[in-house]
């Protein structure tokens, strides 16, 4: 169901977007925190810069918005996320998700991976909701190309190409008889990932391809 609050979330997102791109300027660091959300044991502060190898904890009312280099990315509460690459570089290569879930858009054209206990999730400009579960990785490819494949079975992987959160995925733990799974949209919105396009001054495929805003 469409809120209002989703409309005006997906608006301001969009002409963020837009503002941006004609300014030529774009967000860096940390964008919005509430609750408790740390970086490597600190309180997250707005413009705090998140690189390779930094660690995000998220408490029970905690949820961090913030951009690294051309992806940003959203945590949800009880979450704990290890940012992968090289920090001498300053080369974020993509995600380590230990527990909670996080919604993220990626820069077109660059490779990278988001591993879980239970899958590894290779992608290239994706947009992407993961929710690390108990017995099960929760993904959706809201559009965009990702690889999925089951930690405990690599030989277990599909190639999954979407425009609008059309095949989502639970990726099972060991000793599942079946490895991976058809699931429901669930716990993300369009609104969300228009806002955090908007951060890195793009906007989702989606928009202006005839599909309304929709929370799930």
Partial sequence: ????????????????????????????????????????????????????????????????????????MLVRANSRVEVSGDAEALVETGLCIVTGAVLSVFEPGKAKRIRTPTATIGIRGTGIYVEQRSDRTYVCTCYGEAEIASAADPAASEVVRTTHHDQPRYVMAQGAPQMIMAAPVVNHS?????????????EPPFVGAGYAPTRY
């Fill in 1 to 72: 169901m469409v809120t209002r609050r989703d409309w005006l979330a997906g608006a301001a997102g969009l002409a963020l977007a837009r503002g941006a791109r004609a300014a030529g300027t774009l967000e860096k660091g940390v964008y919005r925190m509430r609750g408790e959300a740390r970086i490597n044991g600190a309180r997250a502060k707005p413009k705090m810069e998140v690189r390779a190898g930094d660690v995000i904890t998220t408490g029970p009312d905690g949820e961090l918005v913030f951009v690294i280099a051309r992806d940003a």
């Fill in 190 to 202: 369009d609104a969300e990932l228009i806002l955090l396009e908007s951060l890195v001054g793009r």
